[in-house]
């Protein structure tokens, strides 16, 4: 066999191409002459001799559906410097009542006018992968349960919708749509039932817009529209067109007659809101603002300079506390706790000190609330934690208490922290306490009490700080086994001059001694009513009297500092 021969058992090249689903094909741009491989008619499923030559090809394809053959060639801007121009396309074929689609791949090359002469290809049906792509470009766009845009898309339709406004100098408006109560139907009828709550509620508002207009499901429960070409006045009646749509009728479920109500914000842009984020987080607002008034209602967004305000001023202190945190600007002020009635100090009070960069020192209650706010408490919790295990291990003759929030109270990673200093330093546990406040300990007796339970497996105290201002009964307060009860200095600080305030805190003291607890009085101010405390066996006393808060460490300065 010479090395030109092709041994028998190798198939031909119309053979191959059948077997993978190929045909072939020279198309003669010069003359329009269309030749294909001899599977053509078993592949496309048309006759050959009616798509002999391009012109007939191209009246097979629909225009609409994807870009042709020819549009690939003659829009090119390659040049073909003797190897050819690859191309590849999709477009729609319409073979009878039928359509398919065909990927189309091949080179075109240059005639002796320098035009394209020639193109080799093949062509390949692809409905099959062209409709799964399909699904999956419109499962990108389109939520699976209402069948309407997702959020991503409905973003960026609002977006678009936002440009075109400021560029001609119009108004459109955006409307966050809100099923109240959708957790309480949940739980009463299942997931089920409000799935297809979900979906009557997106069809009901379907079916109250224009037809410019778009909806898309922004989350679990919320809508969203883009209403374009929208005046303020025009915001108001959509959102109340929607409002009646869908309070008026019953849903229908598996699970029974379902009755639903919706609140909506909405702002008007860019009138209101000039872009992307202030729409979305305005919408947002005005729909807070619909819930506290009445669910079922609406409320467009109006400027409130309070509330601005106070979001820049959020936004400023967000910078401020992130700022300290990174540049160990985080610090202490240590308050003395004494005994009663030697005055010898028991322990301090570590209190959170921010050095500011101007030189100035912001106080724990300029700091707190604004960082419970943004969500920056737990980490100010957890350097302060650190600061307050480091000063233990350096002074083994002291103890501390520290406080600590809420959030960080349930926080996992507060308490793998908290584990890892005790576990570095080992000694410092039995003489750390932690304080939480009573209100803290009421919204969950048993998560608080598991928040004991932890800390004492680590070998710290617990003490409950504030006591007297969330009322807690002292059954739970025997059911959380707490060490140490604070009581809230707004008791003390007036004690000698009310009576009630003196009957509140002496049965305090009497019941807290009963459960054998160790008790301390905040906001001690004068040594009358320190004497009081003393006589009526508090424990320790903290206050102006004793001492305020200051960064000095006075066991530092050679004063004596006992452990509880």
Known sequence: MTRFEQPADVPDAAAILNAIGEVAYEWRLDTDALSWSGNAAAVLGVDTGAIANGLSFARLIDASEGQSRIDAISQSTQRDTGAGVAYQVQYALQRGDEKIWIEDTGRWFVGADGKPGRALGAVRVITERHDKEGQLRKLARFDALTGELNRGALVEVLGTTLDDAVRFRGSCGFLLVAIDHLGELNRAYGYDVTETVIAEVGKRIRGRLRGKDHLGRYSGNKFGVVLTSCTPDELSVAAERLLTGVRDDIIPTAGGQVAVT????????????????EILSRAQDALDAARQKRHGS???????VERDAMRRECARATDEIVAALNDRRIALAFEPVVDAQSREVKFYECLMRVHRTDGGIAQANEIIAVAERVGLMRMLDYRVLELVVAELAAAPGITASVNVSPGSAV???????????LRASPKAAERLIIEITETVAIQDVDDARGFVSRVKDLGCRIAIDDFGAGHTSFRNLRKLGVDIVKIDGA????????????????????????????????????????????????DYLQGALIG???????????KKAATA
């Open 298 to 304: 609406f409320v467009a967004y109006r400027p409130n």
């Open 262 to 277: 919706i609140s909506i914000g909405g702002v008007t842009a860019p009138r209101h809101a000039r872009t992307l984020p």
């Open 548 to 558: 305020l808060a200051a960064p000095e460490r006075p066991w530092l300065a050679g």
């Open 411 to 421: 926080d996992p990673d507060w308490w793998t922290g908290l584990g890892a200093l």
């Open 491 to 538: 008791f003390v600080q007036n004690l000698m001059k009310s009576e009630d305030d003196r009957a509140f805190v002496q049965t305090m003291i009497d019941l807290a001694r009963r459960l054998g607890l160790k008790t301390v009085a905040e906001w001690v101010q004068d040594e009358h009513a320190a004497q009081v405390l003393s006589d009526w066996g508090c």
